[in-house]
T-cell receptor, first 112, second 117 residues
């Protein structure tokens, strides 16, 4: 059972570079979300989606873009990487609003 | 957003019962209360979820008083493997336009539980 798969697991970028963090789920979940977690802190919601073609901003959306062209995939794009975006990024999915979220194992991103 | 407040850390010994309380004074009528567990280098893992009164599963119990302004996660007879960060989560995402008063999920900073031999 794959669940929620995030790639890559680790990435180092230079300031100003762009990249896409991949997230895929094989549970046919409608709801997907991206969080970032900074040292000693909880998770903060970046963007979320309630279904294919529908996305919305979370708590800290600046500097990130998302799209949801399929139910399975929910990529997160960093447009121009900044050191402040150094963090661990988690993707999550769930079947409905009253069901718990399933999280991936995270992508550890360092921006120099 | 329904803000949550939890103790930053707790210590316990193997075999003891651990109770972690979360305050959420401005919880909304439609909000669920969910607890997650997170080990280092892993994503959070669901423990238990409830709306009111008491919920019990094979891992933990969740106590929610009538006013729902707080909740308590109870871990019976903890072991070393229960050492982790525990997050209380309140809120939910509604599909627009059914609920235009959408609210985003809010994670607090969590409670770091250290279980000692």
């Amino acid at each position: 059972n794959a669940g929620v798969t995030q790639t890559p697991k680790f990435q180092v970028l230079k300031t100003g570079q762009s990249m896409t963090l991949q997230c895929a789920q094989d549970m046919n979940h409608e709801y997907m979300s991206w969080y970032r977690q900074d040292p000693g802190m909880g998770l903060r919601l970046i963007h979320y989606s309630v279904g294919a073609g529908i996305t919305d901003q979370g708590e800290v959306p600046n500097g990130y873009n998302v799209s949801r062209s399929t139910t399975e995939d929910f990529p997160l794009r960093l447009l121009s990487a900044a050191p402040s975006q150094t963090s661990v990024y988690f993707c999550a999915s769930r079947n409905s609003v009253d069901q718990p979220q399933h999280f991936g194992d995270g992508t550890r991103l360092s921006i120099l | 957003l329904a803000k949550t407040t939890q103790p930053i850390s707790m210590d316990s010994y193997e075999g003891q019962e651990v109770n972690i309380t979360c305050s959420h004074n401005n919880i909304a009528t439609n909000d669920y209360i969910t607890w997650y567990q997170q080990f280092p280098s892993q994503g959070p893992r669901f423990i238990i979820q409830g709306y009111k009164t008491k919920i019990t599963n094979e891992v933990a119990s969740l106590f929610i008083p009538a006013d729902r302004k707080s909740s308590t996660l109870s871990l019976p007879r903890v072991s070393l493997s229960d050492t982790a960060v525990y997050y209380c989560l309140v809120g939910d995402i509604k599909r627009p336009p059914v609920d235009t008063g959408r609210r985003a999920l809010t994670f607090g900073s969590g409670t770091r539980l250290q279980v000692q031999p």
